[in-house]
């Protein structure tokens, strides 16, 4: 009988039938004839279905061109491999004009702020400065480059008035590299060698990253002391006494070894504790020994709640601090732990919420309901509780799924409908070219913006019409990521997806690849006769009649919800 049970369960993963195991969708439409009334109360805001839109501070939209040019960062370098203007006032500026509102996105993810190493190197691709952000040089400075703390103030105060949450990239693994204007930090500090192999646990971690990245000595508890160079920087700009006694105020407070780790992490901490930001994006997550991450996300809460007491005006909700991991390689279909090949870590276990998931780039050219009911099965059986971040382009995975932006629709239908949270990256709604002439390497995926293209080019504004349906529908529906779904019909395509929070409780269907002109869709044992249902993405009403609903235009698409 043992046997029989298991031999069912799997089939019923397998093939979609119910079989009223505990990871079946269940709903309460026991009678089908019975219209469903939808109810008032509006949709939370759930981590775990966010719609997050990631960007490149410097490459998204310039607002300040007299904040382009600092430290004197003159020299020619590389195609795309200088700073091209982008800032954080021009991230606010979108925010204000509507556009993340209108793409359907609840929080943005932009690349590390904080001051970068003034001089360039060389990694046989022509000179690169630290454009991208991942190369801290003060973690306790913006970048002038990409604006002011005022700049960072503003920003996060205009997402939270639109009800967008802002994550923050954050490093905690490594310094800039070493150049003429960057000296190497201490050897208590860092370690400049060797390079990481990652064949094993030891020499993922306690290594570099790559040449010239030296190393923070995260897994040390001994206390070192400030290098001389950044305590010079502090007192030249006016600060040093400021930032020694909040220093010696956290680590009373901590009772932490001043250890390098404990030094960056209060650094980061301090911007939830000023800007009420909602989570961090976390840089090069395996290449840090796990307990630090536990220890952050500890100071992370720390500060938010701190600041939530400070501001109960301001408080979006009572959501915990967000940690999202990017521990390279990880895929939802391992489940939940990172094999190094010699150690299995969870990282869910220390501190994040989230991880990156790299999966969905090669699942995105499966089936849908293959891909569908695979990442809902793994979602509320081995990842119940947790989530993972879903993306197809991003700053360096040099596979993207469509490489030459010749399926912008699919990649909308993949990204926004597949379950759990999903990333866009900037661009990936306008068809941004992820192949530069003249680029190498990452460069290629980094190209400023492409808003001409989106105010001129016709094929890009239906694709991008495209991405907004189905962006506000998820956004509206938290049903979408973190529901649970089930295949109503294999042709014309149709699923369902069912969330529940107490008293909440949203239900959707989608319709995909439906035939042109009149359609029949299926919605029996979802919604009852007699419900009236809104197709948003031709802006219909309907009503439910011998389990199907009918409708009539050129869309291949269709996303179904109750009418109120």
Not at 419 to 430: H, I, L
Not at 478 to 492: Q, Y
Request: with cysteine; hydrophobic share 35%; proline share 5%.
């Amino acid at each position: 009988m043992k046997k029989l049970l298991i031999a069912m369960t799997i089939l019923s993963f397998l093939f979609g039938c119910n079989t009223g195991g505990k990871d079946t969708v269940k709903t309460d439409q026991d009678n089908p004839e019975e219209p469903e009334q939808p109810m008032e109360k509006a949709p939370p805001f759930v981590w775990e279905s966010a719609n997050i839109y990631f960007l490149l501070t410097d490459r998204f939209n310039n607002a300040v061109p007299d904040n382009d040019v600092f430290f004197e960062r003159t020299d020619t370098t590389g195609v795309l491999r200088g700073f091209e203007g982008g800032d954080i006032a021009g991230i606010t500026q979108k925010l204000e004009e509507g556009y993340f509102t209108d793409l359907g996105i609840n929080a943005i993810w932009f690349t590390p702020v904080v001051e970068q190493i003034h001089g360039a190197t060389d990694e046989g691709t022509g000179l690169t400065y630290g454009y991208h952000g991942y190369w801290a040089k003060d973690w306790t400075a913006i970048d002038p480059s990409f604006g002011t703390r005022n700049d960072l103030e503003k920003l996060v105060k205009i997402a939270h008035s639109k009800g967008i949450r802002v994550l923050l990239d954050v490093v905690l693994n490594h310094t800039g590299p070493v150049t003429k204007e960057d000296p190497v930090w201490p050897e208590e500090w860092v370690r400049t060698a060797p390079t990481c192999e990652f064949t094993t646990y030891e020499n993922t971690i306690a290594c570099t990253l790559v040449a010239n990245l030296p190393d923070i000595l995260t897994e040390s508890d001994e206390a070192v002391e400030l290098p001389d160079a950044l305590l010079a920087k502090w007192k030249e700009e006016g600060r040093l006494s400021q930032e020694l006694d909040e220093l010696n105020l956290f680590f009373e407070r901590t009772g932490y070894p001043r250890a390098p780790r404990f030094y960056i992490i209060k650094w980061l901490a301090d911007y939830i504790h000023e800007y009420g930001v909602d989570g961090f994006r976390v840089d090069t997550v395996k290449h840090v020994n796990e307990n630090a991450w536990a220890e952050l996300q500890k100071e992370a809460e720390y500060a938010f709640q701190t600041w939530k007491k400070k501001h109960p005006d301001l408080v979006l909700d009572n959501s915990p601090f967000y940690m999202v991991g990017e521990v390279y390689g990880y895929g939802i279909s391992g489940g939940r732990p990172f094999d190094f090949g010699d150690k299995e870590v969870d990282y869910f276990d220390n501190g994040f919420k989230s991880l990156i998931n790299f999966d969905l780039k090669t699942d995105a050219g499966r089936d849908y309901e293959q891909v569908f009911r695979k990442y809902s099965y793994l979602l509320h059986s081995k990842l119940r509780g947790k989530s993972v971040l879903n993306y197809l382009t991003s700053h360096d995975d040099g596979s993207p799924f469509d490489p030459e932006r010749k399926k912008p629709y699919r990649s909308a239908n993949m990204l926004l409908l597949t379950p759990g949270a999903s990333q866009v990256y900037y661009g990936d709604e306008t068809m941004r070219p992820l192949q530069v002439e003249g680029a190498e390497g990452d460069a290629n995926l980094r190209s400023f913006m492409n808003w001409s293209d989106l105010d001129s080019l016709p094929e890009v504004q239906k694709a991008h019409e495209h991405w907004k349906k189905l962006g506000q529908f998820r956004r509206d529906h938290p049903a979408i990521g973190a529901g649970k779904h089930k295949r109503l019909a294999k042709k014309p395509y149709a699923f369902s997806r069912t969330y529940t929070d107490g008293e909440y409780k949203d239900k959707v269907v989608v319709g995909l690849d439906l035939p042109k002109g009149k359609k029949s869709i299926t919605v029996k044992g979802f919604f009852g006769d007699g419900t009236r249902l809104r197709d948003t993405y031709s802006n219909t009403e309907v009503m439910v009649k011998k389990g199907k609903v009918i409708l009539e235009n050129d869309f291949d698409t269709a996303l179904l919800e109750l009418v109120e």
